[in-house]
């Protein structure tokens, strides 16, 4: 589980800043240029180690340590800090991206490339610090569902032979493994898996074509698949929030669900980027809503936080620069971090489980120059590692 700890301010942080729409605005101004998380249950399926719990002797109080820590990458290192204390250490000495923490183990996976060139994905105890590879394939992307016994990914094909893994150029596939039986399931061409931390149900984008691509969903109990949401479906004419002109959009994709599963977030590529939500107990076209909308920009990054009304994402701008912004999705407010004029970005957001706290990498003229704490609402930031480090992990470890 992720925990936040905020203990000062950045003495020259950039500070972000907080807008209120009545009507979807953009989110930053230099577009006028151009422009309760469900807690794991104490069962867990057969074969999976859940996080351990102490057992207090005979006439002792229960009294159990959890032990905060923030894992990050450098280019040859996992790194290891104390939030309290400030001070950071390597982990492991692994060359590693895409750092994912199963919610129901002490395991963590990455992507590890290997000497064929191609990438795997590990599983790393984090108390005995062993590794072992659980997919040995050309790995770009992973999800675990919340239960911790599934793990989606996808895996890219170099078709055109020019040793690089392109998700549009190469075939992209998706697939489940089941950590338990050991199994794996082909869902089939997609990108961008995710789940829905309700059930186990994948939402994943199709790959792009002529009439543009979907959102669909696969159902592990039913192996049915469904669709969720077309290009098609989107609103072309923006008159209504502003834009006089109407946008191509010609690729959906970053599914991200609510954590009480009852939204869909999706990024909608095109002339003028769109931010889409979805409500899934009614997924009809009435009830799509432009969240955001960013000319000459795309949306990446989609995390909703804990308490499932507001959203984080960054903002590719035209210049190259990532803005983070946070969205709450039931009043409209907004607030940014990252000033384009001064070169200064955030990227790679991660929330808090108490939603008021993200932590993210920073950026400057699309240099990653550390990871760094955000606190909502009074926009203070926060030093954690300077340097070029990048995709943070906040867990809570329980000790005796």
Known sequence: ?????????????????????????????????????????????????????????????????????????????????????????????????????????????????????????????????????????????????????????????????????????????IYIKDIVRGSTIRVGPGIDPAW???????????????????????????????????IKDLPKDLSQYGVPFATKLNLLRHPSISYDGSRLAISAYGSTALLITLDLHKPDKNNIHVEDFAPESSFEHLVWGPNSHKLAYEVLTPSGLDQLAVLDVSTGNREIFGDIRSGIGYTEPAWAPDGKHLIATRTYRNRAKGIYMITLGNQRIRTLKPGYYSKSLWIRVLTR
């Open 1 to 173: 589980m992720v925990l936040f700890v905020f203990l000062t301010s950045c003495s020259w942080g950039t500070t972000g800043r907080n807008t209120s729409k009545q009507a979807v605005q953009p989110t930053q101004t230099s577009y006028q240029r151009g422009t309760k998380h469900p807690e794991p249950t104490n069962s867990s399926p057969r074969g999976i180690t859940p996080v351990p719990t102490v057992t207090p002797k005979a006439g002792q109080q229960q009294r159990v340590k959890r032990r905060d820590l923030v894992l990050f990458q450098s280019d040859k290192a996992i790194w290891k800090m104390d939030p309290s204390r400030g001070s950071a250490e390597v982990f492991l000495n692994l060359t590693c991206r895409e750092l994912l923490l199963n919610p129901r183990t002490q395991d963590l996976t990455c992507i590890q490339p290997s000497k064929s060139k191609s990438t795997g994905l590990l599983l790393i105890n984090l108390e005995t610090h062993k590794s072992k590879e659980i997919v040995s394939d050309n790995v770009i992307q992973a999800a675990w569902s919340q239960d911790g016994r599934y793990l989606a990914y996808t895996v890219t094909r170099d078709s055109n032979h020019d040793k690089k893994l392109e998700l549009y150029l190469d075939r992209s596939l």
């Open 196 to 230: 829905d931390p309700r059930k186990p149900q994948l939402f994943f984008a199709t790959l792009g074509s002529r009439q543009g691509n979907k959102i669909m969903s696969y159902s592990l109990a039913s192996r049915a698949f469904k669709e969720v949401v077309a």
